[in-house]
C-alpha cells in the first residue's frame, strides 16, 4: 500500500505530483464545458427535441469525456507512476495503473 | 427530406413519436445525476484528489452516458423509426439511425 | 418470424439481397488479410518477440475487423433492410439490425 | 532507447521476460481458435448467408481478440515492465506501455 500523506488542504497521495494552476484551470474549463453539454442534452429531452439530434449531442460529450479522460492518464502516467518509478514505489503504482485501464477497457 | 412539422411549443420532427412525462424525467433524472458527477470530478481536479480516483469516476460517467445513449437510440429505433417505415419514411429514417450508429462507431 | 426461403446452394434469408461476386471477392480479400495477421501474430508469439510489437499488430488487426464489421453493417441496412422496409418486414428486420448493434457496443 | 540482446535464436529484447512454453502454448491456442472463426467467415460470406449472422461471429471474434490483448497487455505490464521498472529502465518501458494503450483507445 502507498502511504498517503496528509496536507493541511487534504489528503494528497503520496505518489501524486500535484497539479499546476494551469492544469486544474485547462481541466476544470473542459469539464465545466462537458456540465453545459450535459445540461444543454436535459433540455432537448424535455423540449422533445427528435432523439437523432440528442445522439449526436451525447456522442460529442463522449468523445470529450474520453480526451480528458486519456489527458489525465497520460498525465497520470508520465508525472505520477513516473516519480514512483523513481522512488521505488514503481510496482505498485503500475498495478493501479493497468487497475484503472482494465477499468476503461470493459 | 424527412418534413418537420411545426408546433406551437417548437419543432417536432414528423417521424417523432413525442416522449411521455414519464420518459422525460426517467431520462432528465439521470442525466442530472451524470451532471452532478461531472460536478464532482472538477472539485477533484481543483482539490488534487489522486488522478487515479479521479480516472474511476470519470469511467463511471461514461458507463452511465453509454447507458442514457443505449437506451434514447433504442426507443428511437423501437418507437420513431417503426412509426416512419408504418408511415413509409423507413428507408430516410433508416439512413439517419445508420449514421448515428457510425457516429458512435468512431 | 422472417421466412428463409430454401435455395439449391443453401438457405438464403428471405430479406437478404445475395452479394455480388465482386462484393464476396472484396470481403473474402480482406478476411484473409486478417487471417494472415492472426498467423502473423501466432509465430511473434512463438518466437518471443516483444509484446509490444505484438500488441501494436494485434491493434491493427482490431481496426481491421472493425472496419469489416461496419462495411457488413452498412451494406445490409442499405440493401436488405432498406428491401425489408419495402417488402413490409421492416419492423421486423430493423430489430434484428438493433440487437446486432447492442451486441457490438457491449 | 532500450538495448536489444541478441539471441541466437533472434531478437529478444532486452526488457523482455521470455514466455513459458505453457504461455506460448495457451496463447497460439486462442489464435489458431481465432483464426478459426476468420476462415469460418470468409466462408459464410461465400455462402452469401445472412449478414446479421455474419455480423454476430465477427462481434464474437473481436471479443476473442481483445480478451488476448488485454492478458497479453497485463502479462507485459505484470512482468516486463515490472522487470524494467527494477532495472532502472522503468520510465521508458513505461512510455511504451502507454503508447500502445494510446492505439487501442483509439
Same mark, same amino acid.
Given at each position: 500500500m +502507498?502511504?498517503?500523506t496528509q496536507y493541511e488542504d487534504g489528503n494528497i497521495h503520496a505518489n501524486m505530483v500535484p497539479r499546476t494552476e494551469e492544469e486544474i484551470e485547462s +481541466?476544470?474549463?473542459r469539464l465545466k464545458r462537458i456540465e453545459g453539454q450535459?445540461? &444543454?442534452v436535459q433540455?432537448?429531452?424535455e423540449d422533445n427535441r427528435y432523439c437523432i439530434d +440528442?445522439?449526436?449531442? +451525447?456522442?460529442?460529450?463522449?468523445?470529450?469525456?474520453?480526451?480528458? &479522460?486519456l489527458?489525465?492518464?497520460e498525465r497520470h502516467a508520465n508525472h505520477c507512476v513516473a516519480k514512483a518509478i523513481?522512488? &521505488?514505489n514503481g510496482e505498485e503504482s503500475l498495478?493501479?495503473?493497468?487497475d484503472v485501464i482494465k477499468q476503461f477497457a470493459k
Amino acid at each position: 500500500m +502507498i502511504p498517503v500523506t496528509q496536507y493541511e488542504d487534504g489528503n494528497i497521495h503520496a505518489n501524486m505530483v500535484p497539479r499546476t494552476e494551469e492544469e486544474i484551470e485547462s +481541466i476544470v474549463k473542459r469539464l465545466k464545458r462537458i456540465e453545459g453539454q450535459v445540461r &444543454g442534452v436535459q433540455k432537448m429531452v424535455e423540449d422533445n427535441r427528435y432523439c437523432i439530434d +440528442i445522439l449526436v449531442q +451525447i456522442s460529442a460529450i463522449q468523445a470529450a469525456l474520453n480526451k480528458v &479522460g486519456l489527458n489525465l492518464l497520460e498525465r497520470h502516467a508520465n508525472h505520477c507512476v513516473a516519480k514512483a518509478i523513481r522512488e &521505488g514505489n514503481g510496482e505498485e503504482s503500475l498495478r493501479e495503473l493497468m487497475d484503472v485501464i482494465k477499468q476503461f477497457a470493459k
